[in-house]
């Protein structure tokens, strides 16, 4: 089991970044791909990106494809998401989610696939 805590959100200009982390204990991280979803009110909370155990296969919602970046430092146990070029679109909870994927290699956009979330970080980015 690992517990995921996530940390990095706040208020934001639009065309402005935001660094998000997600600190693991537990469980080591680099047992597990490793995603982030997003959750704005009135919506189902949706696949942001994804990156398997080693960082070598990265996954993208077309949405953020060329603005969001996701990154791992397995020693560290925390992953990242650099959110540059914000929009107001952007604006919701963000969940670090862990998925105990056997094969380490393949990164799912299914929620269910993941068993272990954080609690959440608010993003919200103003026009």
């Known amino acids: 089991q690992v517990l995921l805590v996530e940390s990095g959100g706040g208020l934001v200009q639009a065309g402005g970044s935001l660094r998000l982390s997600c600190a693991a204990s537990?469980?080591?991280?680099?047992?597990?791909?490793m995603g982030w979803f997003r959750q704005a009110p009135g919506k189902e909370r949706e696949f942001v990106a994804g990156?398997?155990?080693?960082?070598?296969?990265?996954s993208y919602a077309d949405s953020v494809k060329g603005r969001f970046t996701i990154s791992r430092d397995n020693a560290k146990n925390t992953v990242y998401l650099q959110m540059n070029s914000l929009k107001p679109e952007d604006t919701a909870v963000y969940y670090c989610a862990a998925d105990p994927s056997p094969s380490g290699l393949a990164v799912s956009k299914i929620r269910d696939d993941y068993d272990y979330w954080g609690q959440g970080t608010q993003v919200t980015v103003s026009s």
């Open positions: 537990g469980r080591t991280m680099s047992s597990y791909v």
């Open positions: 990156i398997s155990r080693g960082g070598v296969r990265i």
